[in-house]
């Protein structure tokens, strides 16, 4: 009787997680992601962020609860390691990145939000897809991923998309659209260490690809679910981090769009 695929995907909707709407939040480098998803997690008790997992990136032996033997060996910070050798360790970062943030998509969602009466919405700072359709393709683009490590990528990524299934899908997209130079200030303000040589022209060809993929459509994604998933695109050219009013109308176009 189980074995029936259909009756295992009705069991599936029956456990909580399809009654809550699981979204990212995606947009460049900088762009504000974080502080807009504060802002979310305080817009009410339905709404639940899962925060990216970057401090992982700057200490992998920890992340990974590998032993450091003594004081005198230094631990892997691998977002510096992939910025002053992309060639070397993109595809390594991409491995680790995509793997740490499938890890959490799969984590199921608090029980305040499976309990929760009205549209319960579980926020993500970016996603297993913008992984995919941003960061790893725009490295391919540019030669830090050679073609074999690309088509690597690309099979294992799609095979546990496809293995996951459901538990790593997404109803919906929040877009925070801002000109590459504005991320530029926001990046130089915030002064992360890793970050320090990055250029204008990387943060343009990262716009490039959320462009081609959550406003032109252009890029070619595999999975069919991606394919017609809601967008919202909200300004995030606009100062909101410390300007109440705008914060309370970018937080009112989500409620309305994810209602
Ligand atoms: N990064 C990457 N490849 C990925 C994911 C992230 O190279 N697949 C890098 C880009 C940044 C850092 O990791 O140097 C974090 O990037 P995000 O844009 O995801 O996060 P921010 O902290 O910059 O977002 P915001 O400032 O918008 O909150």
Redesign the pocket.
Same mark, same amino acid.
């Given at each position: 009787f189980f074995s029936n695929s259909s009756q295992c995907r009705l069991i599936h909707r029956m456990d909580g997680i399809s009654r809550v709407k699981r979204v990212s939040i995606e947009?460049? #480098?900088?762009?504000?992601?974080?502080?807009f998803a504060k802002l979310l997690q305080n817009a009410g008790q339905n709404w639940e962020v899962t925060p990216?997992p970057?401090s992982k990136?700057q200490n992998v032996e920890e992340a990974t609860s590998q032993i450091v033997l003594s004081p005198q060996q230094t631990t892997s910070n691998l977002?510096q390691m992939?910025?002053q050798d992309p060639k070397r360790w993109s595809y390594t970062?991409?491995t680790f990145?995509?793997m740490s943030r499938m890890r959490t998509q799969l984590q199921p969602p608090p029980a305040k939000l499976m309990q929760s009466r009205d549209t319960a919405v579980q926020v993500y700072?970016?996603s297993i897809y913008?992984?995919r359709y #941003?960061?790893?393709l725009n490295s391919f683009e540019l030669g830090a991923l050679n073609s074999t490590e690309w088509a690597v990528y690309q099979d294992w990524h799609s095979f546990l998309v496809e293995q996951f299934g459901p538990k790593v899908q997404l109803e919906g997209i929040i877009y925070?659209r801002a000109s590459p130079q504005v991320c530029m200030e926001?990046?130089g303000k915030?002064g992360?260490e890793?970050?320090r040589g990055?250029q204008l022209d990387y943060l343009d060809t990262l716009h490039v690809q959320h462009e081609n993929w959550l406003i032109n459509k252009s890029t070619k994604v595999h999975f069919d679910h991606l394919k017609n998933l809601p967008v919202l695109v909200l300004d995030a050219g606009l100062e909101f981090e410390k300007d109440p009013e705008v914060q309370a109308r970018l937080i009112k176009e989500v409620k309305i769009f994810f209602h």
């Amino acid at each position: 009787f189980f074995s029936n695929s259909s009756q295992c995907r009705l069991i599936h909707r029956m456990d909580g997680i399809s009654r809550v709407k699981r979204v990212s939040i995606e947009g460049n #480098i900088a762009v504000g992601k974080s502080t807009f998803a504060k802002l979310l997690q305080n817009a009410g008790q339905n709404w639940e962020v899962t925060p990216e997992p970057v401090s992982k990136w700057q200490n992998v032996e920890e992340a990974t609860s590998q032993i450091v033997l003594s004081p005198q060996q230094t631990t892997s910070n691998l977002l510096q390691m992939m910025y002053q050798d992309p060639k070397r360790w993109s595809y390594t970062f991409q491995t680790f990145s995509c793997m740490s943030r499938m890890r959490t998509q799969l984590q199921p969602p608090p029980a305040k939000l499976m309990q929760s009466r009205d549209t319960a919405v579980q926020v993500y700072e970016r996603s297993i897809y913008s992984d995919r359709y #941003i960061f790893a393709l725009n490295s391919f683009e540019l030669g830090a991923l050679n073609s074999t490590e690309w088509a690597v990528y690309q099979d294992w990524h799609s095979f546990l998309v496809e293995q996951f299934g459901p538990k790593v899908q997404l109803e919906g997209i929040i877009y925070l659209r801002a000109s590459p130079q504005v991320c530029m200030e926001r990046l130089g303000k915030r002064g992360r260490e890793e970050e320090r040589g990055l250029q204008l022209d990387y943060l343009d060809t990262l716009h490039v690809q959320h462009e081609n993929w959550l406003i032109n459509k252009s890029t070619k994604v595999h999975f069919d679910h991606l394919k017609n998933l809601p967008v919202l695109v909200l300004d995030a050219g606009l100062e909101f981090e410390k300007d109440p009013e705008v914060q309370a109308r970018l937080i009112k176009e989500v409620k309305i769009f994810f209602h």
